[in-house]
Every structure is written in structure tokens, then in C-alpha cells.
């Protein structure tokens, strides 16, 4: 260390003092080392440096051109105004660092003269050192000044960048305010629009409001018009007719009485005087779920059973008789597709032919046509049969099987066994059984296929019946029309 002289303090103690009113920009003095060439180099700092001014301006332009095109007119306008904000706040700090650095250069200088009259005073080695301090000096104003020049720059774009931003703010307000303008226009528009869409609506109403009541004024005047026109034409007349008319119905009335009593008085005659000659005659109910038997009334007559018989259906118009294939029993049980018709039955016995006719047409079963409806709303219909005949062959066994009807089908199985299962098909048959005995209004004959035939007991008339209506409109509806054997030619 070079030693100070007495005389070195009395001339430090002549150097005008720093002032105190001196900012600087940190807490502590830099600190610096001398390189090669005596150059003077700052020292590392222990901490990273942070990105610089000019690198954050570009980093928010490019954010700024990159967002544009998403951000709305007011989103745009509300971040220009924050970095408009921001570019303020740098520019008051590049103004702090300006008055920094001014004072540097006033302490640098101040500094540079106190040495200039110190190396006056000193000598030998302790003016060498002075040099160098005052080189030193130098070196901190020169890289002083560059960074000032460097302050000036930044500043410079930090200006031209809060100019841009506050011109950019500007005209995104003025779009916002135009937008707005706009928008309230289109609002005020659409409100109008809406206001003579409404007028209008209540202009049509009371319109066609006045048109009704001008419509139902004009028809009330015509009504009364008429009536008077009807009661100034001739109106005792018109009563008059009314009256003719009425006497006329009573008296066609009671002459279609008087007809009626005399057709049935004829009716009984002549059934009487064919009783007198007739051998046979036929007793049941003309109904839908009863049976017809022949019977002998006279001691001449043959048993029916030992004679040839052959039903016959009878339409309501015409001549022709339709031939009830397989009916050649005494006993003959109607079916529903018997039901509006008179049946007659041809008898040979001891070669004379006696035909007997019932006295009125079939009539269906009370109740059966609701049956069959409310059956049909089912997907399927299931009933409890015995099968009597297989094939033309008796069936040994009495068991109960399912005959099951559905919409496209018709199957008879016991349990898990299937005896039959067939759609609807132009082979397939069904109809009341025509063979006879006690039993045949509860008989059904189905022929599944060709080869394939079923007799079939059901518990009660009703279900053979509604069995066979049900079959029938099922079949209809996959086009299929079914009858018993020798009815198509009929149908």
C-alpha cells in the first residue's frame, strides 16, 4: 500500500466535495478489475441477466400480430391500452435512467478533476497510480456514454412503439364506437321491423274479424230471407202436402204389416201341407254354434242313417246351389261362413228324393263378432284342443294340446312337442268339421299342409267359431283366402 504524505491529506482535504443530493442507480458502487492493455472489465454478475427491453417489445408485437386475427374489436382494445400503459411505464423508467446517468457524468467528471489536481501535487510512483485512476475514470465515462447511446435507442423505439400502441388503441376505439353504432342500428332496424310485423298481425286479425262478422251478418239476412220467402209462397199448401205425406207413410206402413202377417200364414200352410207328405224334417236351432239333425216323422220312413245325404248351402240370390263337400252326415253343424244363408239337404231313400230346406238363413252366435276383435288386438291366441283324427285316422290319445294362432302362423304342439307349424299358405285349410255327431259344433278340421290334417275338439262352441273367424281374417291379411275343401270355387 502507498503510504499518504501529510501534505496528500491537506490537498484531499482541498477537493470540493460530492454533492450530496448525487442518485445513483444502485445501492453499492459497480465493481471492476483491470484486464490486458489495462482495460478495464466488469465483473460477472452472480445472477442471470433477464431478457432486454427490445426483446420483450418483440416478443409482445409478434403475441400482438399473432392474436389479431382471434381477439375481438373490444378484447383488441383493452390489451392496446395495457400496452400502451406498459410503454409508458418504460418510458418513465428510461427517463429515471437518464437522470442517472446524467449525474454519473457530473460524478465522473467531478472525479476526474479531483485526480487531475491530485497528479499535479504527486510524484513518482504515487502519480503513476493517479493515471491510472484517472485512465480508469476515462474508460467509465466512455462505456458511460455508450450505454447512454443505448438508453437513447431503446427509448427512441420505446417512444415510436407507445405511439404506434396509442394510435393502434385509438383506432380500436373508434371501431368499438363504430361497431356499437352499428349494432345499435341493426337493433333499432329489427325493432321497427318487429313494430310492423305486429301492426300488421293486428291489422290482418281485426280484418278477417270484420269479414267473419260481415260473412255471418250476410247469412243471417239470407236465412231470414228465405223465411220469408217460404212463408209468402203458399204456406198453407206446404202444410197441406206435409200432411198427405204422413197419412201416405201410415197407410204403407200398415199395408207392409198386413203383408208381412199374410207371407207368414202362407209360410205355415205350406209347411203344413208339406208335413203331410214329407217323411223327414229337420230339428235345432237356425243359429251359428248349434247342429242340424235329420229326423224321420213318419213310421214309412228309412232310418237317416242308412240313407244318402248331401248338404247344400243356398246364396240369398239366385238358384245355384253350393255344395257342402264332406257333409253327408244326419247331423250338420253350421259354420260362420254359413252364417246370412239358408241350408238345404238332399235325402235318397228307397230311391225318392226328399229335399229339406231350413226356415229361415243362418244366424251368427250372439256376441261372437266382439270376441273375434278383441282377439285380434293379441299377437297371439292360444286354445285348448283335443286331437280326435290325425291324417283321417282316430287318435288313440285324449290328451289337451295348444292350437296357437298368430299373425303369420298356425301351430298345434303339447308342451315342447310340435305337432304342426305352418304359415298361411294357398294349401292350407280350415273349416267346421262335416262329419257329424253330437260333438260337431265343437269340431274343427284343419289341414296344415297337403297330407297333413287335423280334427280338433275345443272346449266350447264359441272357440271352434271364433278358431275359425280368427284363422280367416288372419289369413286375409297375408293374402291368403281360407275355406274348407271345394269353398274356393265358391268364394
Not at 504524505?5 to 490537498?11: H, I
Not at 504527486?122 to 493515471?131: M, N, P, Y
Not at 220467402?229 to 197441406?240: C, E, G, T
Not at 289337451?400 to 292350407?428: C, D, N, V
Request: charged share 30%.
Amino acid at each position: 500500500m502507498t503510504k499518504v504524505s501529510p501534505a496528500f491529506e491537506d490537498a484531499m482535504r482541498e477537493i470540493v466535495s460530492v454533492s450530496a443530493d448525487v442518485c445513483f442507480a444502485s445501492n453499492q458502487f459497480p465493481r471492476y478489475r483491470i484486464g490486458p492493455g489495462n482495460q478495464i472489465l466488469d465483473e460477472a454478475k452472480k445472477y442471470p441477466r433477464g431478457p432486454s427491453l427490445k426483446e420483450v417489445v418483440e416478443k409482445e408485437t409478434a403475441q400482438l400480430v399473432e392474436q389479431y386475427k382471434r381477439l375481438s374489436v373490444r378484447d383488441l382494445a383493452s390489451k392496446f391500452d395495457k400496452n400502451l400503459a406498459f410503454a409508458t411505464k418504460l418510458s418513465n423508467e428510461a427517463a429515471h435512467r437518464k437522470v442517472a446517468s446524467l449525474e454519473g457524468h457530473v460524478l465522473l467528471k467531478k472525479l476526474r478533476d479531483a485526480l487531475e489536481v491530485l497528479k499535479g501535487r504527486l510524484a513518482g510512483r504515487d502519480k503513476e497510480d493517479v493515471e491510472k485512476a484517472i485512465s480508469m475514470v476515462e474508460t467509465l465515462a466512455v462505456k458511460l456514454t455508450q450505454k447512454e447511446g443505448e438508453l437513447v435507442q431503446e427509448k427512441y423505439e420505446v417512444k415510436k412503439l407507445a405511439n404506434f400502441l396509442k394510435l393502434t388503441s385509438e383506432n380500436a376505439k373508434k371501431l368499438v364506437s363504430q361497431e356499437r353504432s352499428f349494432a345499435c342500428a341493426e337493433i333499432e332496424s329489427a325493432r321497427a321491423v318487429v313494430q310492423r310485423i305486429g301492426e300488421a298481425l293486428e291489422e290482418q286479425e281485426r280484418d278477417s274479424q270484420t269479414s267473419a262478422k260481415q260473412e255471418v251478418q250476410g247469412l243471417l239476412e239470407e236465412v231470414q230471407q228465405g223465411r220469408r220467402i217460404k212463408m209468402l209462397h203458399q204456406p198453407s199448401k206446404v202444410m197441406d202436402m206435409e200432411h198427405e205425406l204422413r197419412d201416405l207413410r201410415i197407410q204403407i206402413q200398415e199395408k207392409s204389416t198386413i203383408s208381412i202377417k199374410l207371407q207368414k200364414q202362407l209360410e205355415f200352410r205350406k209347411r203344413a201341407e208339406n208335413k203331410k207328405f214329407c217323411i223327414y224334417e229337420l230339428n235345432g236351432l237356425v243359429s251359428l254354434g248349434s247342429f242340424l239333425r235329420i229326423q224321420p216323422c213318419s213310421d214309412a220312413a228309412e232310418e237317416p242313417s242308412k240313407c244318402s245325404i248331401q248338404w247344400y248351402r243356398l246364396p240369398t240370390e239366385g238358384s245355384r246351389r253350393e255344395i257342402i263337400s264332406g257333409a253327408t252326415k244326419p247331423i250338420y253343424a253350421p259354420e260362420p261362413f254359413d252364417v246370412g244363408r239358408f241350408l238345404e239337404v238332399d235325402i235318397i231313400s228307397n230311391g225318392q228324393k226328399v229335399s229339406l230346406t231350413t226356415a229361415g238363413a243362418i244366424s251368427p252366435a250372439p256376441g261372437l263378432d266382439n270376441h273375434v276383435e278383441i282377439l285380434l288386438r293379441k299377437p297371439n291366441t292360444e286354445f285348448n284342443v283335443v286331437i280326435t283324427q290325425m291324417n283321417g285316422r282316430n287318435y288313440s290319445s285324449k290328451s289337451m294340446h295348444l292350437f296357437q294362432l298368430g299373425k303369420t302362423r298356425m301351430k298345434l304342439s303339447r308342451g315342447w312337442i310340435t305337432k304342426a307349424r305352418e304359415s298361411y299358405s294357398s294349401s292350407m285349410q280350415i273349416c267346421g268339421f262335416r262329419g257329424g255327431g253330437n260333438s260337431a259344433a265343437k269340431l274343427l278340421f284343419w289341414q296344415a299342409r297337403k297330407g297333413q290334417s287335423f280334427i280338433l275338439l275345443f272346449e266350447s262352441e264359441l272357440d271352434r267359431n271364433a278358431a275359425i273367424m280368427l284363422a280367416r281374417r288372419c289369413g286375409l291379411h297375408c293374402s291368403v283366402m281360407l275355406a274348407g275343401p271345394e269353398d274356393h270355387a265358391f268364394m
